[in-house]
């Protein structure tokens, strides 16, 4: 009787050591600098930044589903819609909203005013309607701020109380 030839090698898994996030966003330098601390920082994520020549939401979208049509998100991985409200027709937000509904991995987050708002959550709870406010009370923690962020400004500890604060004002 002959024994069968055992091997040593094992089939490769098909999961990511690292949960993928795929993010298109509106603006081009403030968000990437801002998302690209959590792939430095965590060893458990990978941030895709899909780089963008048009700001307006609609490009955001249509660079988003030309990747997903080249590249396949596997179940653990998520693909997020970055965009500023920024006075846009409800239309035009609603196409974008619709289109995170179609898989449980796809996401919308909308920022209003605008995604420096988001930073400044990081600083102190306030309320801000308008983008220049917005900007204004921001460059009182990022001295010269104008597109462009100091990562070291962005501990764990402050994106936590931008969380909470933003979930206090969501009423969560």
């Not at 846009?88 to 919308?108: I, M, P, V």
Request: hydrophobic share 30%.
């Amino acid at each position: 009787m002959t024994k069968k030839k055992r091997t040593f090698t094992r089939p490769l898994g098909e999961r990511r050591y690292k949960k993928l996030f795929v993010i298109a966003a509106e603006g081009r330098v403030t968000e990437r600098q801002y998302f690209d601390l959590f792939d430095r920082e965590s060893s458990l994520i990978k941030i895709h930044y899909l780089p963008g020549h048009h700001s307006e939401p609609k490009h955001v979208l249509k660079t988003m589903r030309k990747f997903l049509k080249d590249e396949n998100l596997q179940s653990t991985d998520e693909a997020w819609l970055v965009v500023d409200h920024d006075g846009r027709s409800e239309k035009a937000l609603n196409t974008r909203y619709h289109w995170s509904e179609q898989a449980d991995n796809y996401g919308f987050a909308l920022s209003y005013p605008k995604f420096e708002y988001w930073l400044l959550l990081h600083f102190e709870d306030v309320a801000v309607t308008s983008t220049r406010r917005c900007s204004d009370k921001l460059k009182k923690y990022l001295p010269g701020f104008d597109k462009g962020i100091d990562p070291k400004m962005f501990t764990r500890k402050k994106i936590q109380d931008a969380i909470d604060r933003a979930k206090k004002r969501r009423g969560f």
